[in-house]
């Protein structure tokens, strides 16, 4: 089992020896600290490689893009409606020329 040092890896995965120190340092890819020396096994690195593999769509079913709406997104949308009219259950206005107030304004 050879340890490859973060310029090896950094070569092979094509990306600045820094991304590859932020990376261990955040645990998104594994690595070995050994004394303060940050290592890596190319077994570890390979299955890490494949879990990052982006799925291939199923052409047969579509993709979903957009979470659908559950109940309680309809009930906040109803109740936001409700709450922000401009009548609030009063006659409808003209909200431009504010014609139908009844306060004694002309």
């Known amino acids: 089992m050879a340890l490859l040092n ?3 890896v950094s070569e092979w995965l094509e990306v600045k ?6 990376w261990a340092a955040e645990g998104k890819i594994p690595a070995l600290k050994i004394q303060g020396v940050i290592r890596f096994r190319r077994e570890d690195i390979d ?21 659908r709406s559950n109940d309680v997104d309809t009930f906040i ?11 609030h259950g009063k006659p409808d206005q003209d909200g431009a020329t504010r014609k139908g107030e009844t306060h004694g304004s002309v």
């Open 77 to 87: 949308a109803e109740a936001k409606r409700a709450v922000y009219t401009s009548c």
């Open 6 to 8: 973060v310029k090896e």
């Open 47 to 67: 299955a890490w490689l494949a879990g990052c593999q982006i799925e291939q769509s199923n052409p047969l079913r579509p993709a979903d893009r957009r979470p």
């Open 17 to 22: 020896p820094s991304t590859i120190y932020v």
